[in-house]
């Protein structure tokens, strides 16, 4: 019986108690680096894999019980892609909560401060006051997306001063941290009169080109789009035409609807856009690996125990 690992961001101490919980139990364990990818015949007769393996090696594997990936989102193993129902998916929601609404304050921040502009005008040894600024105190934002990174930058939000509205599928209920919330039919009324849209979605079939070139309308001018869920929510090319003509104030944007976004887009040359590589919710964060670690750890102790695991995906939702 094995347990393998590939591409995880745990330190040796980490690892150890991990091995010794797994040897406990009559397990052998296998580690990979991130760059080195393992054959079906060197994985044969393992049970659970921790990590990130390619998902068409998953079926190749006929022991194979329980996969737990670092990350959060798990489209790229649900659907057709994902060829094994009887073998349980399990995901790390709720690891990047902090890390993530940290950086969409942040990116915010940045923008309503013009600190872009200050810090470009920095380079050019420029002296020189560029407008007023704006504050999240006594701002309205609306949040899309109210699961674990949603309700967490919601608290930070409303702690400085903001008036937070959340979209998700059903409006059932008002969270603490929310003032209101709308369902994700209302969406275009809930960005309307709105200082930022703060986009928290995962990655589904329901949720791909949510923000339609209609929504993006209904947005003012002084609205500011932050993005860290999936690129493909957005409709980008709506996005982009609406920051060229100032529809919409500005877009700090952790991931596109292509990745590596391609070097000719126009996005990358605005001066109101903020663009960072999907680093957002990046495992190697120490506040994040933390949380992968136990979450993963508390999974490996209930399935050596025969108990259900926690952070079970429902493939067919897609989260």
Partial sequence: MKIAFRHVPFSQQQADSLDALARGAGYETIWYAAGVTPTAEELSGCEVLMGYFPPDLIGQLPALKWVQTPAAGVEKLCGNIYKSPDVVLTNCSGAFGVAISEYMLTGLLMVMRNMPAYMDNQKKHIWKGMGL???????????????????????????????????????????????????????????????????????????????????????????????????????????????????????????????????????????????????????????????????????????????????????????
């Fill in 133 to 319: 600024c704006r504050s999240i105190y006594g701002s309205r934002i609306t949040v899309v997306g109210m699961g674990d990174i949603g309700a967490k930058f919601a608290a930070r939000a409303k702690a400085l001063g903001a008036y937070v509205r959340g979209v998700r599928r059903s409006p059932r209920g008002v969270p603490e941290n929310f003032d209101e919330v709308f369902a994700s039919a209302q969406l275009a009324e809930a960005v309307r009169d709105v200082d930022a849209v703060v986009m928290c979605l995962p990655g589904t079939r329901e949720t791909t080109g949510m923000i339609s070139k209609e929504v993006i309308a209904a947005m003012n001018p002084r609205t500011i789009v932050v993005n860290c869920g999936r690129g493909y929510t957005v409709d980008q090319g709506a996005l982009t035409r609406a920051l060229q003509e100032k529809r919409i104030a500005a877009a700090v944007l952790d991931v596109a609807e292509v990745e590596p976004l391609p070097a000719d887009s126009p996005l990358w040359d605005m001066d109101n856009v903020v663009l960072t590589p999907h680093i957002s919710g990046h495992d190697d964060d120490p506040i994040n690996a933390e949380s992968i670690y136990e979450i993963f750890k508390e999974n490996l102790t209930r399935y050596l125990a025969g108990e259900p695991l926690n952070h079970t995906v429902d493939r067919s939702r897609g989260y």
